[in-house]
């Protein structure tokens, strides 16, 4: 097998888009590629939906256009990322085929006319896949233009599960390989709750429409088996093509978006981690949820730098009001990803499609054409791009790391929980957005991790928490750390199973508490909890409150109304060298402030006492750092800061003005001190 590259072979950062010339003639190619030079593009993706170009019957191959392609694109002195099309398989495989297409939980089988629609366990399409990516890798495996390889495309969007038969059979595998008995099996899920006992593998079927809800434990593994199916279609490709190809491999991940793929595992499969990131319309702070999918990103890729695949120039077609980007916002976005720890800035895509399901997605060269506002962005950010190309391989340092683990994810989001308000997502948000808005810079972390490199460790949502892990968390605390745990964390272990000793019992000692009873409040109840330490302070709180038993904590605010009124709402304990927060209620991201500046202080951390709206990360290099600033507000701001901005040229010596809207990257000394920002 060839040895793989790190990083695609691109001078300074990888600056360019999706490239679907199938949809255009021959003639427009041409126009493509002298505005692609004009923009600063130096890598485009291309193939990723061509699989009917490439191969329009079974065994007939037609690369001649894909040839001339490359051929163009590298006479331009213009990269390629060439896709492997699995994601979409052409008429002919489903009519050849149609026991491989997909069947819903509803068992309604999946027609062609989409993407994404095959399925994951049929063994014609783990052929299919695999004889097309040796197939392209045999052929441009040495073509100069080639420099990276992107397998499939957002696995699991639109479809990752599978009820088919071929799906259930590979179900059933995966459940012998993972418990060998029935009996390990009926003890993981307590199948002796409402009978639901096996005695036979072929008995066990898929977790499809039931009369009620399926057994948690059993769809908890259902989630990990349809990743696990994905990962091994991955694996098909990615051998295949390294068998005749040294060129990295990738495939393009959604961070905390869409389906959840668990990308911690994920992660150690391709040579360079990619991300797709596109702004939620409704969210009128949709540039927190970007730094948080970045930050999630650069962590899962261990530090490294990593690709952003795609985001949009303007807006998208897919949500229910597609909003368009200001002027300016696009910069900012893709020097938001700069930030933290991208080295590609990559769009969806080129040039805007006139036909098909996206014709209203924006594009580099939009509907408009070249001389359009968004294209002058494009150009505009090309440049900046290549004034900014020393930040390249210049890494992100954090002090706080939150907890993020797709499994706990996957099962406090299942149905019948104690408060459908209580929603992974909605608290990984609400703990980071306090953080970013105090300027502090987190990398993420999966919880049995290494943590002793962190001065503080957050738990915004840790309902699955493996006893292994809890005990890495108490060892974190017992060496000096600071841990703050987010309430409804702890609660059950891998199989979905409560702990023994009761709610959240595997971090007593760390918490200093256990939890007796939860006390949901009703649709749109509020309630408020008094702070008691230091000066009296009340706090709006909202869905949800606790009955704690202390085991050594100290309270630091109670509950001064609703069901849990005048019982403990935030607790300190002190633990070995270190201390351990737990907040038993929901609080906002306002109201979290306040909790946050005691945490702070325990961990040694100084918020950045900067403008919430000026959002400021440092990145490290070899002999220098660069800070980069972006104002997502209207208003002038300013920054401690001494150096040249690469972007203007401007050199300052101590404070820099940012203007409303606008970003700065200014190479600076090293810094001294920690990790964080």
Partial sequence: MTAAASWPRVEGLAYGGDYNPEQWPRETWDEDVRLMREAGVNLVSVGIFSWAMLEPKEGLYDFAWMDDLLDLLHANGIAADLGTPSVSPPAW?????????????????????????????????????ARMAGELAKRYGDHPAVVMWHIHNEYGVPVAEDFGPRAVASWQRWLQERYSTLEGLNAAWGTAFWGQRYDDWEHVVAPAATPTIVNPAMKLDWARFTDDQLRECFVVERDAIRAHAAQPITTNFMAHQS?????????????????????????PDAHVGLALSADLTRSVAGGKPWILMEHSTSAVNWQGRNTAKRPGEMRRNALTHLGRGADAIMFFQWRASRSGAEKFHSAMLPHAGAESRVFREVVELGGHLQDVADVRGAEVRADVAVLYDWESLWAQDLEWRPSDDVQFRERMRAFYERLWRDGVTVDFAYPSHDLSGYKLVVAPASYLLTASSAANLT??????????????????????????????????????????????????????VRWT???????????????IALVGAEVVAENISGPGIGKPAITRNTHGQGVGWYVGTRLSVEALTTVFDAVYTDAGIEASGLPETLEVVTRHGAAEDFVIAVNHGDDAARIPVAGIDLLTGAETDGELEVQGGGVAVVRTARMSGGGGD
């Fill in 93 to 129: 495989f489903f009519h050849q085929y149609p026991e491989a297409r997909v069947t819903d939980k509803n068992g309604t089988v999946m027609g062609f006319g989409s993407r994404g629609m095959a399925s994951h366990a049929a063994p014609e399409y783990r052929e299919a896949i």
């Fill in 533 to 547: 330490r230091g000066d009296a302070v009340e706090l709006p709180s909202d869905v949800w409150q606790e009955d």
């Fill in 475 to 528: 060892r974190y605390v017992e060496g000096g750390g600071t841990l703050l745990v987010n309430f409804f964390s702890g609660i059950v272990n891998e199989n979905d199973a409560v702990h023994e000793g009761g709610f959240v019992a595997p971090l007593r000692d760390a918490l200093g508490l256990t939890v007796e009873e939860f006390l949901p409040l009703r649709e749109g109840e509020t309630a408020a």
């Fill in 259 to 283: 389906w959840n793929t668990d990308l911690w595992k994920w992660a150690e499969l391709v040579d360079v981690v990619s991300d797709d990131h596109y702004l939620w319309s409704p969210d």
